[in-house]
């Protein structure tokens, strides 16, 4: 049986915080999407999504009406030398992959960049994850390197694949 949803993105707002938290502690705590084992408080989660919403840089795919989905964009480095340089994220609900909703969340957030005025958009990958790096390439993205066992999580060593893409 296919199911069809009908998906919006938008800005998100305060009130998607728990849709937001729910996949982010997912791939916590069952994937190397996110290197850290301690899933995400509300507390924190709130004022994570706060500092995204102050710079405009929060974004969710709507289904149902439930999170299906975000995106952020935030600073790289917290030196001003990287003040034009922003990180993304980009993750997608378990049971709604395969249905293009990181395609649109990708074009949202790359869009919101570089209408933000931004010059580069950096994306950390731990090198296993071949559909993220897909879908970065995809998108332009061009591999900039990988460092080599520079993170741990569930016993093993991980590698990072560092992407690039000029939005200037």
Known sequence: MNLIYETTIRAAHAGDM???RAIRN??????????????????????????HLA????????ADREVAGFATYGPWRPLDGYRHTV???VYVREDRHGLGIGSALMTTV??????????VMVAGIEAGNTSSIRL??????????????VGTKFGRWLDLTIMRLPLA
């Open 18 to 20: 728990e849709g937001i």
């Open 26 to 51: 997912r791939a916590i705590e069952q994937t190397t999407a996110l290197w850290t084992e301690t899933p995400q408080s509300p507390a924190e989660a709130t004022a994570w999504l706060a500092a």
């Open 55 to 62: 710079r405009g840089s929060a974004f969710v795919a709507e």
């Open 87 to 89: 990180e993304n994220s």
């Open 110 to 119: 790359i869009t919101a960049a570089r209408e933000a005025g931004h010059h």
């Open 136 to 149: 970065h390439e995809r998108f332009g993205f061009e591999h900039a390197g990988t460092i080599r066992e």
